[in-house]
Nanobody, 126 residues
Framework: QVQLVESGGGLVQAGESLRLSCVVS????????VDWYRQVPGNQRERIAAITSSGSTNYADFAKGRFIISRDNAKNTTYLQIVSLKPEDTADYYC????????????????????WGQGTQVTVSS
């Protein structure tokens, strides 16, 4: 069992900042990368940033400078800070585990790919 829960979204004015959270829970064996995506309804989901278990980060070009990904392994939480929000940042924000090994009902490790949370909405008004 693997669960991802995003939180921290809301309605903000342009220029303000938010920090989104992604909590991973369940009978986790191990996972490395955590990715953040965003999606406007009807549009293609786009990757924002990725972070490894050791803290190495990778950002999409559009995200460099205003988006900061971080994680607290002790809390199984990954964060996405968005600075100086713009109206075009309005979207649903998701976290994703590209790969995770967890304990199944038989207590033996199993692997899942592309595990998604339900997302958190960010709405930026001008």
């Amino acid at each position: 069992q693997v669960q991802l829960v995003e939180s921290g979204g809301g309605l903000v004015q342009a220029g303000e900042s938010l920090r989104l959270s992604c909590v991973v829970s369940g009978s986790i064996f191990r996972f490395n990368n955590v990715d953040w995506y965003r999606q406007v309804p009807g549009n293609q989901r786009e990757r924002i940033a990725a972070i490894t278990s050791s803290g190495s980060t990778n950002y999409a070009d559009f995200a460099k400078g205003r988006f900061i990904i971080s994680r607290d392994n002790a809390k199984n939480t990954t964060y996405l800070q968005i600075v100086s929000l713009k109206p075009e940042d309005t979207a649903d924000y998701y976290c994703n585990l590209p790969w995770v090994t967890y304990y199944g009902d038989d207590s033996r490790p199993r692997t899942a790919h592309d595990v998604w949370g339900q997302g958190t909405q960010v709405t930026v008004s001008s």
